[in-house]
């Protein structure tokens, strides 16, 4: 991963979006204010919120929502101080006026989505979400339903239209880093930002969100535990930590991302997605499981959590770590964390 220049890419968080759907869209207001002060502490700046469908969706045709989009976007905005919360948007299924309800509600950003056959269906609702003052998104979804070259035709059509961003989407989960890379130049390389949001049906979707980034793209999109529709999307706490090393920064709490799942959304997942806690910090650490005997004998001893006792002694020696110096560091965890 190289990051290009000038440029500081943004992760965005859609799980109170994306993620309702395995839950059948039952957040409530209080689950959105902890997660929404977990992912802001945690270093996220902007957080999707609402029906998985967007706004106006909820009902008896897609799912009745357990909360209005209102109180989603009210409940959000007052869980953050500076972070941007943003809501989807389908035309056909939310109207106008669900936009203006949003906006009056505080919301910061809309993403208009559209099968890319239908693009231009967008247009009126992404000027309407502009004069309301909103930061306006373009989610082109089935990107790959289009050849390159056919891509290409739509996207110098949104060329001018004040856009934040428009996203290629990889709705089926069906592309490669090749392909998500082609599309992303092809979006930058016309001078319009860039975003891209996908899903794991072929266990992919963090390389092609890391293949994004390297395209060029200004936003990438993840939800925690990679919790969403069918086989979920990108992992913010993965991606969280593959941003900074990107971008060469600490940017990203992940631990605090760990313990907002644990307390607030471990419990409302109906089934497991993604990776573990565990399993993140062993591929964050370079931790060879092999070692876990060694660890599991001095945590006897010691009352410290073990994934940052992984972090700290991996450290120290990543190869072949000896019980004396997990022993010396779970000690010295002990004490500071006491």
Known sequence: MNKPELLNPILLDCTLRDGGYPIHFQFTSRDVHKLCHGLERAGLT???????????????????????????????????????????????????????????????????????TDHQDALPFVDFALTQGLEVHLNLMKSYAFSEDEFAAVVVQWQGCHLRSLYVVDSAGCMVPKEVSAYIRCIVGMGIKAGFHGHNN????????????????????????????????????????????YLGENTYQVFELFDTIEHYLEPLMIR???????????????????????????????DVDLGRLIMAVSKINCIDPPEALIDRVAKDLARTDG
């Open 272 to 302: 497991p997605q993604g990776q573990s806690r565990l399993e993140v910090i062993t591929g964050i650490s370079r931790f060879h499981t092999s070692f876990m005997p060694r660890f599991k004998r001095i945590l006897s001893h010691y």
């Open 46 to 116: 902007h957080i999707e919120v609402g029906h998985g469908l967007g706004l106006g969706a909820s009902g008896i045709e897609h799912g009745v929502a357990f909360e209005t989009d209102e109180v989603y976007v009210s409940s959000a905005k007052s869980a953050v101080n500076t972070a941007k919360i943003g809501a989807f948007f389908i035309p056909g299924i939310g109207s106008f006026d669900d936009i203006t309800k949003a906006a009056s509600a505080g919301l910061d950003f809309i993403r208009i989505g559209t099968n890319i």
């Open 202 to 245: 072929l266990d992919l979707v963090n390389a092609n969100s890391l293949a994004a980034l390297d395209a060029g793209a200004d936003f990438v999109d993840a939800t925690l535990r990679g919790m969403g529709r069918s086989s979920g999307n990108a992992q913010t706490e993965v991606m969280a930590h593959l941003f900074n090393r």
